[in-house]
């Protein structure tokens, strides 16, 4: 079962893609959202993001740990 889930949101809150993470930590699932921004922006994805929305990463209750805003994440990946 994973530990975490990552939730990519467009610029309206609206839902993009759930994928599972199988972080031990948050800064690991933070690194799994980071990666695949990444993939998404910098190698083009076969399922497109938003560049103005966000990447909310969720624990196994459900609790939002860490949130990750595209825009900055695209800034500091340049």
């Known amino acids: 079962m ?3 889930s990552l939730h990519f949101f467009d610029r309206t809150s609206l839902p993009i893609d ?3 993470s199988h972080a031990r930590d948050v800064g690991q699932a933070m690194g799994d959202a980071n990666r695949r921004l990444y993939a998404c922006f910098r ?3 076969a399922k497109p993001l938003d560049p103005c929305g966000r990447v909310d990463v969720l624990n196994a209750s459900g609790m939002i740990v860490a949130r990750i805003y ?3 994440a695209i800034v500091a990946m340049s």
């Open 2 to 4: 994973p530990h975490f």
């Open 70 to 72: 595209c825009a900055e």
């Open 18 to 20: 759930i994928r599972p």
């Open 43 to 45: 190698e083009g994805a």
